[in-house]
């Protein structure tokens, strides 16, 4: 699986521990964040992940803030992407049952490294459930 990445300062140690889980499991990762702690804009990492995800370039993205909110918004402006602020490993797993997300974004402010970890992988191993809720999700997009 192909998995695209991109962080600002505050999550730039987030992104090498998940770089390593992800790169372990056999995932090709594409790396789009800064790897330094030196302050960033973080719309300037976050388009090209979803720029990514929305060309089919890769399967799934993973984006990391400060809060995740800003990020979250950046990402979520791309047309085809479905990004879920994720803080817990029962919303990841929601977010992409439910919602059929594409990119989680992560609060690197509020969750430990190893809980980031941990939720990118329940990410990107848990599966859309369709049925009641391809509906809700054919009627996100703007058309």
Known sequence: MKIAIGNDHAGTDYKKAIVVMLETKGHEVINHGTDTTTSVDYPDFAHPVALDVESKKVNFGVVI??????IA????????????????????TLSRQHNDANIIAI???????TQAV???????????EAGRHADRVDKIACR
């Open 65 to 70: 803030c400060g809060s995740g909110n800003g």
């Open 73 to 92: 918004m950046t990402v979520n402006k791309h047309q085809g992407i479905r990004g879920a602020l994720c803080w817990t490993n029962e919303i990841a």
């Open 107 to 113: 609060p690197a402010r509020f969750t430990a490294i």
């Open 118 to 128: 941990e939720m990118v992988a329940t990410f990107i191993e848990t599966d859309f």
